[in-house]
């Protein structure tokens, strides 16, 4: 019977250290692993009429990654001055080769040249809920003529 629980035990530590042995470790993506696109249609830009800018973040990857982000992933800065977002953090799972988008709607108040700097910011996590973190942060600034 002792022969029994010692084969046992021993069979389980081997089986514990192969499955431990196994698991691939956690490889941080690149930052080219992640494409950030902004189009919009910018003869749109005129005084008091909302024209829309359509932004997408793309995981090119064939894995799916946990992400901690704001409460908006893709957000922007219109002629100086910052959009107004919740200060909440949010979890999540960006997909293998998975997309998070977002249209922005703005209503020029003058006619002059004004700068749009769109940011997409996330953070990257081994697993769920993990304190280890890398930040990835995307830009794209345009200069937009703002026509009467």
Sequence with gaps: MR??????????I????????????????SN??????????????KVNEEFEIHCKLTNTTERDYHIEHGSETIT???????????LI?????????GTIERTIKIRPTQAK????????SFSVTPEKNSNELKDYNYSKEFMIEVKE
Excluded: R
């Design 14 to 29: 081997v089986f514990v250290s192969l499955f431990s042995c196994s698991q691939k470790a956690f490889e941080w993506p």
């Design 3 to 12: 022969k029994q629980h010692i084969l046992l035990a021993i069979g389980m």
């Design 76 to 86: 922007y800065d219109w002629d100086g001055k910052d959009e107004i977002l919740l």
């Design 113 to 120: 040249t004004c700068k749009l700097v769109l940011n997409a």
């Design 32 to 45: 080219d692993d992640f494409s950030f696109e902004v189009n919009y249609d910018e003869s749109a830009a």
């Design 89 to 97: 953090s949010t979890m999540d799972v960006f997909e293998s080769n």
